[in-house]
């Protein structure tokens, strides 16, 4: 069915399908009466013939069909809708008229928006959509409309008025009202969610620009389409209500040229954000400082100011995508279907073509576009901080072994620069005593040498037997010197470290068979009793264990210890060598029961040169050493030796091996 239009200012609806088509605009020629205010009653009297208008057209643009008109003014508008009887109820959905309106149905005054004068002090301008049933009657309606403009570039009727059902044209309006707030609310709530992204992160410029852009749109789109601001602030001047409407126009273009200079610095001319942003400072110095309706006049301008920017937006992100870009095709698709709708609402704003507000939409596929772009980024932010964040952990991980690595090897090494100075240290103590023992303990020896010698050489001495004797003395402390010698050797050896070790596992059992059956024969010889004790203190059937030793190292030191007491012990007398182990160790004990240690003697009796005998006589005595010479052997083995005595009752020294483990 072809959609029914006005013919000089009549609209035949007989037979039209309210159920079926739903709503038909009342477009076509509507009967016009310039610089007239006329009731029903007067147009029905017909005492004036009309003009026709062409609707929805400005009376002042050329699509009106009525030349020479201003913009500023008043008229009438009528139209006769014929219908069928028995129609159903109707509603007439009435746009934004520009601006201020009043509008009859039949006789009756049934919307107004603000004041209709003929003149502009009696004019008051707002704006309002409203939607006016119609009460049929004879199977016809007029609708008369009063309208008055001297506040707009442009005046009169620009939008369709709509006529259906009732329940039809208030349902259409309800789902005009929810998009509007859709795409509104997505847009305030995208603006202010990029601008916390920035104050998070303040050197991605690109947030705040493109959270300000969405927030001026969004704005914007309250005061366009259904006009939902008017809705909810009635009482709004229409002066503010314009000026918030084309300040967030003309400050959205230089925030989207600076978007896109901050994502594409290299496709995106300074010179041509700076352009930008001057004419946009001038629009909003001569919006501010003009009144009603020369700052209008200033948009047209504009808008061509905004379709060159939107080109050269454009023309920049098809560079950043021919250059490959980061998302440069995502904002190719977007900045395209924004760039189309506003080009689009331009057009149908200046009342070039007959289908507009577009502009909302195209921003949405816009704004999602580019937000995929910034979550692209942040995205990639946040992985490329991860993936720091975990080369950050794995260097620590591997940084704290490196340094346990270098830290043990430094502990390694000072252990070792410690070992070497305490060798170094052993090796100065040793050889000072060396030389002090070498020039204050073979001291005596020679001197006595030398007396004898001089005795024979000076003829002191004539008898062959005298002579004897002092050679046998000459001898005998010749012997002793080199016993000295070889013990003062051993010994800076032993605590040098220096001395060579043949460390060998041997078990517990071959121990006390092996120096338990060593040493009875020489004890008896010298007239003395020799008993063997071993015992274990260890849990009943378990191993005794073995211990690391070199065997004839620690046979010198038994040895030593054996005879030093023999040396001590009585004709007669017993000397017991007990061998005791327990769970860690074997422990070695010498007792005899001759003489004795003195208390003040005991604690260093492992000293070198300590001897019973004050006077150090090598002839009533040994060198001294032999005990110190036992400290240290044990001492290697990791062993313990150690005296016990009272005096008169004899004296018991041991000695303590570890077990091996």
Not at 136 to 151: M, V
Not at 435 to 464: C, F, K, R, W
Not at 517 to 526: C, P
Request: aromatic share 10%; charged share 20%.
């Amino acid at each position: 069915m072809a959609k029914p239009q006005a013919l000089h200012g009549t609209i035949d609806l007989r037979g039209y399908r309210f159920d079926k088509y739903h709503v038909v605009r009342l477009d076509g020629t509507w009967d016009f009466y310039w610089q007239q205010l006329l009731t029903p009653g007067q147009i029905n009297s017909g005492t004036d013939s009309p003009e026709h208008v062409r609707m929805p057209y400005s009376w002042n643009e050329a699509g009106s069909g009525i030349k020479g008109i201003p913009a500023s003014g008043y008229a009438t508008y009528h139209l006769k809708i014929l219908l069928d009887p028995g129609a159903p109820d109707l509603a007439v959905r009435v746009p934004l008229i520009r601006t201020s309106y009043r509008m009859w149905v039949n006789d009756a005054l049934v919307a107004e928006s603000g004041v209709v004068g003929a003149s502009p002090e009696d004019a008051v301008p707002e704006y309002k959509t409203e939607t006016v049933p119609i009460r049929l009657g004879s199977g016809s309606a007029d609708i008369t409309l009063q309208i008055s403009n001297y506040h707009h570039r442009l005046g009169g009727v620009w939008k369709p008025l709509l006529l259906g059902t009732q329940e039809v044209v208030t349902r259409q309006e309800r789902n005009g009202l929810a998009v509007d707030l859709l795409v509104i609310g997505s847009l305030l709530s995208m603006g202010l969610h990029h601008i916390g992204l920035f104050l998070l992160r303040r050197k991605e410029k690109s947030s705040i620009y493109f959270g300000v852009f969405c927030l001026l749109v969004g704005i914007r789109a309250l005061f366009v389409n259904e006009s939902v601001v008017y809705s909810f602030l009635p009482d709004m001047s229409w002066l503010t209500g314009i000026r918030i409407e084309y300040t967030c126009f003309f400050l959205a273009v230089p925030a989207v040229i600076m978007f896109t200079y901050s994502l594409y610095p290299k496709e995106t001319h300074r010179n041509a954000v700076r352009f930008v942003q001057g004419a946009a400072f001038l629009s909003m110095v001569l919006l501010f400082a003009l009144p009603a309706p020369y700052f209008t006049y200033e948009v047209p301008v504009y808008q061509l100011i905004t379709i060159g920017a939107s080109l050269y937006v454009l023309i920049g992100l098809g560079q950043a995508l021919v250059r490959g870009r980061e998302g440069a095709l995502f904002a190719v698709v977007g900045g395209g279907a924004y760039v189309s709708a506003i080009i689009t609402d331009i057009l149908y704003y200046n009342e070039l073509i007959g289908y507009g507000d577009v502009s909302n939409y195209g921003l949405l596929v816009c704004v999602f576009m580019i937000s995929f772009i910034l979550s692209s980024k942040s995205a990639k932010a946040f992985t490329a901080v991860e993936t720091l964040s975990r080369q950050m952990r794995e260097m620590n991980v591997n940084l704290e072994s490196k340094i346990r690595e270098r830290t043990a090897e430094l502990e390694r090494t000072n252990a070792s620069l410690e070992r070497m100075n305490e060798d170094l240290a052993r090796l100065e103590t040793s050889r000072r005593h060396l030389l002090s023992n070498i020039s204050h303990d073979l001291g005596t020896p020679m001197t006595l040498i030398q007396g004898y010698v001089e005795a024979l050489l000076d003829g002191v001495v004539t008898q062959p037997e005298q002579q004897r004797k002092y050679l046998e003395l000459i001898y005998n402390r010749t012997t002793g010197l080199n016993r000295l010698i070889t013990d003062l050797f051993q010994l800076s050896k032993l605590e040098a470290r220096q001395m060579n070790f043949d460390i060998q596992p041997m078990t517990v059992e071959e121990f006390i068979r092996y120096f338990g059956d060593l040493y009875e024969l020489e004890v008896s010889d010298a007239g003395l009793r020799f008993e063997k004790i071993a015992t274990s203190l260890q849990p009943q059937g378990a191993s005794l264990g073995s211990v690391n030793i070199d065997v004839d190292r620690i046979g010198q030191v038994l040895t030593n210890i054996i005879f030093n007491a023999v040396k001590h012990t009585p004709q007669g007398g017993l000397i017991q060598l007990y061998m005791i182990v327990d769970e860690h160790a074997l422990i070695v004990q010498v007792q005899d029961n001759g003489s004795g240690i003195d208390p003040e003697d005991l604690p260093f009796i492992f000293d070198r040169f300590y001897k019973k005998d004050k006077s150090r006589n090598t002839a009533q005595g040994g060198s001294g050493l032999g005990l110190a010479i036992a400290k240290e052997i044990i001492d290697y083995h990791g062993g313990r030796i150690w005296a016990q005595s009272r005096v008169g009752q004899g004296a018991c020294i041991a000695f303590m091996l570890p077990l091996s483990k």
